[in-house]
């Protein structure tokens, strides 16, 4: 099998992604540190949705119902300079009881640095390292490290911008899909708006992402709009809207048609907290892929309900 890391642009990503547990754990030493917290969340829920998964050497989307559990953990640590750090891992188990019963488990790890700057701290810089392993029924499915930087500016109480940058590369296990290791490029810009300055909230995010991998066929360029909408009921429950939409053009291999899909996602739910700790999340949507490949085209309903406890 080849080394995960053998182009340039992924050996500096490497690099850089080390840069920033290093710099983040030098800067945590007690002498650096003036307040530190813990927190951990843990969700229960089941969803209908479309699934991408990798079986017998093949990929298939279909809609399937699959319970999951997502624990997370994090350590926030605020600097005595006033920049904070936050060290985290997560783990999250997806059943897939209409496919023969597989079970994944998805783990990650990450470190990042958030620092405040300018007149009344308008301007935040972001950045967070995070390394994630799949893997499906003992047999592991792919590693993961992504860079990701984010640059927000609050102009007044009601509106905030963020620019987002991304970088990462994803190594396939050979024995189970060759081809598919990837590195991944996106790009975003971001608004949300306030205009009543409470719970209220609209925001909007343009982005591009290009994907390149070993095989043709698994490279894309894509552009898309995200759209979301919270509006307070009442004093514990909120109605969540969310829109998404892109296009997405794949590369070519010799004799294989090029791919290009366009894909309309609506979601609309309810957040209910029913403790200080503990809320409920439900939802129902649509997921339409109109797609010049018949296998990828297909429309259907998505639904979902979930548990949060967090401490």
């Known amino acids: 099998m080849r080394r995960m890391m053998s182009s340039p642009p992924v050996r500096r990503l490497r690099y850089l992604w080390g840069a920033v547990f290093l710099a983040t754990a030098v800067a945590g030493t007690p002498a650096a ?11 229960i829920g ?13 990929l298939r989307k279909a809609f399937e119902t699959t319970p999951y559990s997502l624990t997370t953990a994090q350590i ?14 997560d783990i999250k188990v997806t059943g897939f009881p209409e496919t023969g019963g597989a079970t994944e488990y998805e783990g990650g790890i990450y470190a990042g640095f958030q620092t405040d700057f300018g007149e009344s701290a308008a301007w935040r810089y972001r950045v967070t390292a ?11 499915v792919f590693n993961r490290i992504r860079l990701d930087q984010q640059l927000r500016y609050r102009h007044d109480r009601k509106n905030a911008t963020t620019f987002r940058l991304r970088l990462g590369h994803r190594n396939q296990n050979e024995t189970t899909f060759v081809g598919y290791d990837q590195t991944e490029y996106l790009l975003e810009l971001g608004h949300v708006w306030r205009p009543w300055q409470d719970k209220r909230s609209l925001n909007g995010t343009l982005y591009a992402e290009a994907r390149r991998a070993d095989l043709d066929r698994f ?34 291999d010799s004799g294989l048609t090029a791919r290009k899909d366009t894909r309309i996602k609506a979601r609309i739910g309810v957040a209910h907290r029913v403790l200080e ?6 939802f129902v949507g649509f997921d339409h892929n109109r797609s010049n490949v018949a296998t990828r085209d297909f429309s259907g309903a998505v639904a979902g309900f979930s548990v949060t406890y967090s401490w």
């Open 33 to 43: 540190a003036q307040v530190r917290d813990m927190s951990f969340g843990q969700t």
């Open 46 to 58: 089941v969803e209908r949705v479309d699934e991408l998964s990798i079986r017998d050497g093949q």
């Open 76 to 89: 926030r640590q605020r600097l005595a300079s006033g920049p904070v750090l936050r060290f985290g891992a």
């Open 130 to 140: 995070k390394f994630d392993r799949l893997v499906e029924d003992g047999d592991w």
């Open 219 to 252: 490279s894309y360029d894509e552009i898309g709009l995200r759209l979301g909408v919270r509006t307070p009921i009442n004093e514990t429950t909120s109605l969540v809207s969310r829109f998404a939409g892109f296009t997405r053009n794949y590369g070519t």
């Open 277 to 282: 700790t503990a809320k409920i999340d439900l």
